[in-house]
């Protein structure tokens, strides 16, 4: 079960955090991964490590913000395979209310969050409409509740969601699902990142506090993310689109 044998997948941000979990399970399970990355050197090296662990993996430098260089990625892999799954994950983050939001940082968010997302569904579903697929959003449960100073972030996660729910709509008679997850807390590089940079000398307190406010007690671990993404786009989940899983620790229905 959840296999993925000989399917063709596009993943964004594929080489670090939820990203890089998803690029690893997914070759894992048998598809063949596409990892399009700004980082370039980070994509390489995690597309050596899976193909050196019999894994089927490739890298593409992409600023998945500029349609041009989108198409361009997409068009190239499209040319020599069927593409099956297209995994946005892409993403970037921001701190602040709306006032203390410049119109850069919106802008910034915009961007890689929406327009990004936007850029890779308009350039892969052409080639998915002959034969379906499958499209997996990476939102956010800020797209749905409020989350302290998370203004521009939430904004761009509400769009990803509404996204999924259009795409999956205007293709179903293609034969192309359109599902979103969305996480709370997961524990990556970039949390460890944020509070160095943020709490420098509290880290371990700050780590602590953030955890519990999942009611579960800790936050989320990378692998536990792509393992929903793995079974969300194989053959097991067919009869699901135009939906939003909830993977937060109980942090939506439990916080009372």
Do not use: W
């Not at 662990?53 to 992409?62: L, P, Q, R």
């Not at 915009?110 to 379906?132: A, E, F, Q």
């Amino acid at each position: 079960m959840f296999r993925l044998n000989n399917k063709v997948a596009i993943v964004t941000g594929g080489a670090s955090g939820i990203g890089l979990a998803i690029s690893r399970l997914f070759a894992q399970q048998g598809a063949v991964v596409h990892i399009l990355e700004l980082n370039i050197d980070q994509a390489e090296r995690e597309a050596d490590l899976i193909n050196a662990n019999g894994g089927e993996a490739y890298f593409h430098k992409v600023d998945v913000s500029k349609q041009k260089d989108v198409k361009k990625v997409i068009d190239k892999i499209a040319k020599e395979n069927a593409i099956d799954i297209l995994v946005n994950n892409a993403g970037i983050a921001h701190v602040g209310t709306v006032e203390s939001t410049t119109e850069e940082d919106l802008d910034r968010i915009y961007n890689v969050n929406v327009k990004g997302t936007y850029n890779c569904l308009h350039s892969v579903i052409p080639y998915m409409k002959d034969r379906g697929g499958v499209i997996l959003n990476v939102a956010s449960i800020a797209a749905t509740v409020g989350i302290p100073d998370r203004f521009a972030y939430s904004m761009s996660k509400g769009a990803v969601y509404t996204m999924t729910l259009q795409v999956a709509k205007d293709y179903l008679k293609y034969n192309i699902r359109s599902n979103s997850i969305s996480p709370a807390r997961v524990h990556t590089p970039f949390v460890d990142g944020f509070l160095k940079k943020t709490y420098p000398g509290k880290e371990k307190e700050m780590f602590d506090k953030l955890s519990k406010t999942q009611p579960i007690g800790r936050m989320a671990k990378p692998d536990e993310i792509g393992s929903l993404a793995v079974y969300l786009c194989s053959d097991e989940a067919a009869f699901i689109t135009g939906c939003d899983y909830l993977i937060d620790g109980g942090f939506v229905k439990l916080n009372n």
